[in-house]
């Protein structure tokens, strides 16, 4: 990406932003990009499925859980939509949790102001190399520390518009980014779990990274919750109902775990 269009993204970044300024510099355990799609594609239901399922999972026993128990209890998070290169909106900026009030503040704000899928004409295609790149510019301007930081990407299909996705991956993994993904599962996929294929080689990064891929629409909130444990723990669990989960070669499993025929 050349400065000028690095540019570019950056003002469409800051005239997108809906809700309140960052917090204050501070450190966390965790921060992580929540690189939600909402590309022409993301019909209401499935804006739903995404803007909800986050909310679900921040607020969520098992993720407050996982937050109380690493070193500082506190991670930090920021959710924007994505579509084509120049189309995205940045929901919540950087915001600290330490806990569920805080959880369930920035729960609200994504539930109240993410994308409905309504009036999708024109939003345009699907870059991933853009969410990854915007994930790597909202990094750069976050104040504070961070022991991991991840750029979580919810997607519904490949990268059909923009820059080469590899192009931006390397850069991301290069600058010690972890890159994960959620498939958001579709009806009557043929073959089953192509974006789920495609997500591992083509986007995926970094110490730890991997995809998961609901086998059903109502498998997504569940396996979005998993997915933010595992980030934040970095307990790696990979065997749980109506989910697959498939990894980049960068991620290690435990002794005796395979990736094969994962369910």
Known sequence: MGPNSFLRLAGTLAA??????????TDVDVAVVFAVDFSSSVDPGTADLQRDGHAAALTSPEVIEAIASIHLGCI??????????????TVLP???????????????????????????????????SSAIDVGRLLFDQFRGRAAKKVIDISANGENNDGLPVQQSRRTAIAKGYSINAIAIPAENEKPPYRLGSYLP????????????TPTDTSDYAAALRRKLVTEISQNVTVRFRGVSMAANIDYSLPAGEHLNGLR
Request: overall charge positive.
């Open 201 to 212: 080689t083509m986007s995926l990064g970094g110490p730890g990274a991997f995809v998961m």
């Open 94 to 128: 950087w915001t600290r949790i330490c806990g569920r009030e805080d959880a369930e503040a920035a729960a609200f704000v994504i539930q109240e102001k993410g994308d409905t899928g309504f009036g999708r004409r024109g939003r345009g295609g699907t870059s991933l």
């Open 76 to 89: 930090s998070v920021t959710y924007f939509e994505w579509s084509s290169p120049g189309r995205l909106c």
């Open 16 to 25: 997108c932003v809906l809700w309140g300024p960052q917090t204050h510099a």
